[in-house]
């Protein structure tokens, strides 16, 4: 196997091609770009029959769909901005993702502290209404047009709520307002959902590998052109500089910050539509308070801040909206903007964040469709598919923007404009498909755990409801055989085990150690100099 080409996935059809060759014949897709939006179009196209490869020039979910907030929602501060067509769409879709990965996504409830200066965005379109018809407002949010929106998301998703609704708190007799300062006596709780971003794209790069789909990493798309009604695509191993040439029907263009490079630069077709970059920070600190419900501030500005629990032991605060010049300048969390994060949750909690609290940070771009909106906040969520498919030629769909709730919708959308061009009519599937491991119900967490505890008892409590969230029914596969900690192989720390971290490279497309301790888990926030040194030794020596 070439080093950088992910390996093939147990059982799951075709695998990686190595570099330098041909495949015998076109694939009916390729997809560039390893991302939410990316790996479920792939997936998707896979279940419906096609052949399809996807090339990722780093690792799955390197770039924006590892960034995120962490959040399946419907966009609660999007109804401010008057988007209703897309917060009823995130909102159908938070339903169904979270049945169809119940591991690595699950059900919490948000408490909304209302303070005495509750202000809207100055952009925001209800504020300039409600400044034209209410002047005595004077930019503030009233108590009784907040409770109207958290009612309206209880309600655009549908009439059969998968999560409890809207309740009005009591702050000086719930847990969740000891942390915050005096005088903060009330308040709203509504529901929405956390996903683990990173795994959730691994998950569906499985799944589409699975189904046959032909999964490269680490493989950058360096030429791209149509003849003979088919595109002809040159990939770059990054790794060893090898090119393979392949030929595909169709070509997606889902690269994230770069789709407009890959427009301009590869395929030499530029669209009409733009992207515009905006930067998202992210700042995790020691937990800030004991329950397991977040927060969600308004800052200063009008924009809104989470507080989340985050990893059991942390708290992961954001995020920051703000331009970014280019997507070859890797994004950073800035001083400026950290202290901003802290300033908005400082603002309401009894005990400040300082500095030194913050024991990671991290930053994502957001591709987003440029609307040509005033500020990058009111940039819209939104995304469009471009299609240019001229008559005899083999078609090229580029996707603007998006959000990674609406990736399995995206993904949908997107197989519905390319599979007639292709001869393909196979029904929609995924509505109702689980990714892997997710094969169980809502509520069936509980009996999966009871379940592993029995069979597995050398695993303590953390570290079983770990590998849970992580893998799901796919737990007791990784485990098989296993009747004590030794059997699981070298020992790394933080209960990664060898085992695990084959599985990870064999099933998930993990390559490094920054792989499988910031994309695959999140256990770089536990592991030691010397212990990843050792995790990178196992795996080739790759960091």
Same mark, same amino acid.
């Given at each position: +196997?070439?080093?950088?080409?992910?390996?093939?996935?147990?059982?799951?059809?075709?695998?990686?091609?190595?570099?330098?060759?041909?495949?015998?014949?076109?694939?009916?897709?390729?997809?560039?770009?390893?991302?939410?939006?990316?790996?479920?179009? =792939?997936? !998707?196209?896979?279940?419906?029959? +096609?052949?399809?490869?996807?090339?990722?020039?780093?690792?799955?979910?390197?770039?924006?769909?590892?960034?995120?907030?962490?959040?399946?929602?419907?966009?609660?501060? %999007?109804?401010?901005?008057?988007?209703?067509?897309?917060?009823?769409?995130?909102?159908?879709?938070?339903?169904?993702?979270?049945?169809? +990965?119940?591991?690595?996504?699950?059900?919490?409830?948000?408490?909304?502290?209302?303070?005495?200066?509750?202000?809207?965005?100055?952009?925001?379109?209800?504020?300039?209404?409600?400044?034209?018809?209410?002047?005595?407002?004077?930019?503030?949010?009233?108590?009784?047009?907040?409770?109207?929106?958290?009612?309206? %998301?209880?309600?655009?998703?549908?009439?059969?709520?998968?999560?409890?609704?809207?309740?009005?708190?009591?702050?000086?007799?719930?847990?969740?307002?000891?942390?915050?300062?005096?005088?903060?006596?009330?308040?709203?709780?509504?529901?929405?959902?956390?996903?683990?971003?990173?795994?959730?794209?691994?998950?569906?790069?499985?799944?589409?590998? +699975?189904?046959?789909?032909?999964?490269?990493?680490?493989?950058?798309?360096?030429?791209?052109?149509?003849?003979?009604?088919?595109?002809?695509?040159? &990939?770059?191993?990054?790794?060893?500089?090898?090119?393979?040439?392949?030929?595909?029907?169709?070509?997606?263009?889902?690269?994230?910050?770069?789709?407009?490079?890959?427009?301009?630069?590869?395929?030499?077709?530029?669209?009409?539509?733009?992207?515009?970059?905006?930067?998202?920070?992210?700042?995790?600190?020691?937990?800030?308070?004991?329950?397991?419900?977040?927060?969600?501030?308004?800052?200063?500005?009008?924009?809104?801040?989470?507080?989340?629990? %985050?990893?059991?032991?942390?708290?992961?605060?954001?995020?920051?909206?703000?331009?970014?010049?280019?997507?070859?300048?890797?994004?950073?969390?800035?001083?400026?903007?950290?202290? %901003?994060?802290?300033?908005?949750?400082?603002?309401?909690?009894?005990?400040?964040?300082?500095?030194?609290?913050?024991?990671?940070?991290?930053?994502?771009?957001?591709?987003?469709?440029?609307?040509?909106?005033?500020?990058?906040?009111?940039?819209?969520?939104?995304?469009?598919?471009?299609?240019?498919?001229?008559?005899?030629?083999?078609? &090229?769909?580029?996707?603007?923007?998006?959000?990674?709730?609406?990736?399995?919708?995206?993904?949908?959308?997107?197989?519905?404009?390319?599979?007639?061009?292709?001869?393909?009519?196979?029904?929609?599937?995924?509505?109702?498909?689980?990714?892997?491991?997710?094969?169980?119900?809502?509520?069936?967490?509980?009996?999966? !755990?009871?379940?592993?505890?029995?069979?597995?008892?050398?695993?303590?409590?953390?570290?079983?409801?770990?590998?849970?969230?992580?893998?799901?029914?796919?737990?007791?596969?990784?485990?098989?055989?296993?009747?004590? =900690?030794?059997?699981?192989?070298?020992?790394?720390?933080?209960?990664?085990?060898?085992?695990?971290?084959?599985?990870?490279?064999?099933?998930?497309?993990?390559?490094?150690? !920054?792989?499988?301790?910031?994309?695959?888990?999140?256990?770089?926030?536990?592991?030691?100099?010397?212990?990843?040194?050792?995790?990178?030794?196992?795996?080739?020596?790759?960091?």
């Amino acid at each position: +196997m070439q080093k950088g080409q992910a390996m093939l996935p147990a059982g799951g059809g075709a695998g990686s091609n190595p570099a330098g060759t041909t495949p015998a014949g076109p694939a009916d897709l390729l997809v560039i770009g390893g991302g939410a939006n990316g790996c479920g179009i =792939a997936r !998707d196209a896979a279940g419906r029959g +096609m052949s399809v490869t996807l090339a990722e020039m780093g690792d799955l979910a390197s770039a924006t769909s590892s960034a995120s907030t962490k959040l399946f929602h419907g966009g609660l501060r %999007y109804l401010e901005y008057l988007d209703l067509p897309l917060v009823r769409e995130a909102l159908a879709e938070r339903d169904i993702l979270l049945r169809s +990965m119940p591991h690595v996504s699950w059900p919490l409830r948000f408490v909304m502290p209302l303070g005495a200066d509750m202000r809207f965005a100055a952009e925001s379109p209800v504020s300039r209404i409600l400044g034209r018809v209410m002047p005595w407002t004077r930019g503030r949010r009233p108590e009784w047009l907040i409770r109207s929106g958290l009612w309206l %998301y209880d309600h655009l998703g549908g009439r059969r709520p998968v999560l409890p609704r809207t309740r009005a708190l009591d702050l000086k007799h719930e847990a969740a307002g000891i942390p915050l300062r005096d005088g903060i006596t009330r308040g709203f709780e509504y529901s929405d959902c956390w996903v683990d971003d990173s795994r959730m794209v691994a998950l569906c790069a499985r799944d589409a590998a +699975m189904r046959g789909a032909r999964i490269l990493t680490r493989t950058k798309v360096t030429g791209a052109r149509r003849e003979g009604g088919l595109w002809q695509v040159e &990939l770059t191993d990054i790794a060893t500089g090898q090119v393979s040439r392949h030929a595909a029907r169709a070509l997606v263009n889902a690269a994230g910050p770069w789709v407009e490079q890959v427009l301009r630069r590869v395929t030499a077709t530029p669209g009409p539509e733009g992207v515009r970059l905006v930067r998202g920070s992210h700042i995790v600190t020691r937990r800030l308070f004991d329950h397991d419900r977040c927060y969600i501030l308004q800052g200063s500005d009008g924009r809104i801040v989470f507080a989340i629990p %985050y990893e059991q032991d942390f708290t992961l605060i954001g995020t920051t909206d703000e331009d970014h010049p280019s997507p070859d300048i890797a994004p950073e969390c800035t001083r400026t903007e950290s202290d %901003y994060l802290r300033s908005a949750v400082n603002a309401w909690f009894r005990s400040p964040v300082a500095h030194e609290d913050v024991v990671w940070s991290f930053s994502g771009l957001r591709p987003l469709h440029d609307d040509h909106a005033a500020s990058a906040t009111a940039v819209t969520r939104d995304y469009a598919l471009v299609l240019d498919a001229p008559a005899g030629l083999a078609p &090229l769909l580029s996707v603007f923007g998006g959000k990674i709730t609406t990736h399995r919708h995206l993904a949908e959308e997107a197989l519905h404009r390319l599979a007639p061009l292709i001869g393909n009519s196979a029904p929609d599937w995924t509505r109702r498909a689980h990714l892997p491991g997710g094969n169980f119900p809502l509520d069936g967490f509980a009996d999966l !755990d009871a379940a592993l505890r029995a069979r597995h008892p050398f695993l303590d409590d953390p570290w079983r409801r770990r590998l849970l969230r992580a893998y799901g029914t796919d737990a007791e596969k990784m485990l098989a055989g296993a009747e004590s =900690a030794e059997d699981l192989g070298e020992h790394f720390g933080a209960t990664l085990t060898a085992r695990e971290v084959d599985w990870m490279t064999r099933h998930e497309f993990a390559r490094t150690a !920054d792989d499988v301790l910031w994309r695959r888990s999140k256990l770089g926030l536990r592991l030691s100099g010397d212990q990843v040194a050792r995790l990178a030794a196992h795996m080739g020596g790759r960091g």
